[in-house]
């Protein structure tokens, strides 16, 4: 083929930069991206400290009022009160927590952070794992807090060590598959203080009509009916199992298929969302 039988168009398709580019982002470039993200929500934690306000002084808060309140009224005395209320505050304290990652990521949406995310070649589920990873060290400190508040108070897990550290990573593990559904309010959701008021209608309902605070005996039988159901019940009682007497039950696999279970279904949700939002 001689040069006059050379086409231009021919010529730009072999010099075409989009040839050169990937088709989709890799499993190793996600989770560096991922990990990128983290490594600025705990940068923005630094010079924001008030973000750690929650988990700095909720468990605290908590332990001692719901230890004193309803410790003599419920279990004779305080001390009796703790093996039932601590794991419960735990649950609370964790789950409550991750209702933060979803007005976090609203407010940055609203600041047009992630536009500049736009043009860059990053997994659309990076901006959001990101802070999420970061967010364990607030789960963490929340957990630390609560159960260390309550061995001051005379709460001894009969356990051990083992079975306290089993129950603190199930919660962990637990707050963090929950923030994938507030994430997802953060992306459909029009302000922060919408995606507050929509978590505190799912989160509050579903901690304080649980097993986390009171037996279940003493409830109405509908009310029983609901709790014995519900998922967070199931996590408090796989605690409960671990911390006080180092068992694994079938609670503990109820609990973790339901994290798989919340995670597989709204972690594709979120990043749908965000990726139209974008």
Not at 20 to 33: A, C
Not at 56 to 75: C, E, K, N, R
Not at 153 to 177: C, D, E, H, K, Q
């Amino acid at each position: 083929m001689t040069t006059l039988d050379v086409r231009p168009d021919d010529v730009l398709a072999e010099h075409d930069p989009a040839r050169e580019l990937h088709p989709r982002v890799s499993l190793r470039e996600t989770v560096d991206q991922t990990f990128s993200m983290a490594w600025r929500a705990l940068l923005k934690m630094r010079r924001n400290p008030e973000q750690l306000f929650d988990v700095l002084f909720q468990p605290i808060l908590f332990t001692l009022m719901f230890a004193y309140v309803f410790g003599g009224a419920i279990s004779g005395d305080v001390k009796s009160y703790l093996p039932l209320m601590v794991p419960g505050i735990l649950a609370q304290t964790t789950m409550t927590a991750c209702m933060a990652t979803g007005v976090q990521l609203r407010e940055d949406m609203d600041k047009g952070v992630f536009d500049r995310f736009r043009s860059l070649p990053m997994a659309r589920i990076a901006p959001l794992a990101g802070p999420m990873v970061a967010d364990l060290v607030r789960y963490t400190i929340a957990t630390v807090l609560t159960l260390t508040m309550g061995i001051v108070m005379g709460y001894r897990p009969g356990g051990g060590f083992g079975g306290v550290v089993a129950a603190g990573l199930l919660l962990i593990v637990t707050g963090w598959s929950l923030a994938w559904v507030f994430t997802w309010v953060g992306t459909i959701a029009r302000s922060a203080q919408s995606v507050q008021g929509i978590s505190m209608m799912i989160m509050f309902p579903l901690t304080f009509l649980s097993n986390a605070f009171v037996p279940t005996e003493t409830m109405p039988s509908w009310l029983e009916a609901f709790v014995t159901v519900n998922p967070v019940s199931h996590v408090v009682s796989a605690a409960r199992d671990l911390a006080n007497d180092g068992a694994i039950t079938g609670e503990v696999g109820w609990a973790l298929l339901g994290c798989a279970v919340v995670i597989a279904i709204f972690a594709p949700l979120s990043v749908r969302s965000y990726s139209r939002k974008i």
